[in-house]
């Protein structure tokens, strides 16, 4: 059975930096692209980034390039998003997503899913 858990959300400041964690079980990180969707109230999921199979091409959403970073620790198979110089308009629901082997930005590409993890950041 696959798992993939998040964790790291929490209520920042304009500015502030967070560190989103999506811990997978089921399945090898390594083996699938992993990306990171978000989805703000009354807005459609968008994704933010994504990392191939074996740390291939990534994505980034232009919204947050040069500020977010997506990375992956295969020897605790767990994904990582930092998060810089976070905006107001950072805030949702952040959910993590496996599938695959090349980053795409369509949810329906990903198989697996986590449960979310909400970010606020406040002005």
């Known amino acids: 059975q696959v798992q993939l858990v998040e964790s790291g959300g929490g209520l920042v400041q304009v500015g502030d930096s967070l560190r989103l964690s999506c811990a997978a079980s089921?399945?090898?990180?390594?083996?699938?692209?992993l990306a990171w969707f978000r989805q703000a109230p009354g807005k459609e999921r968008e994704a933010v980034s994504c990392?191939?199979?074996?740390?291939?091409?990534?994505y980034f959403d232009d919204s947050v390039k040069g500020r977010f970073i997506i990375s992956r620790d295969n020897a605790k198979n767990t994904v990582y998003l930092q998060m810089n110089r976070l905006k107001a308009e950072d805030t949702a629901v952040y959910y993590c997503?496996?599938?695959?082997?090349?980053?795409?930005?369509?949810?329906?590409?990903?198989?697996?899913w986590g449960q979310g993890t909400q970010v606020s950041i406040s002005s």
């Open positions: 997503a496996a599938g695959g082997n090349i980053c795409k930005i369509q949810s329906y590409e990903y198989d697996y």
């Open positions: 089921g399945l090898i990180v390594d083996r699938y692209s």
């Open positions: 990392i191939s199979r074996s740390d291939g091409p990534t």
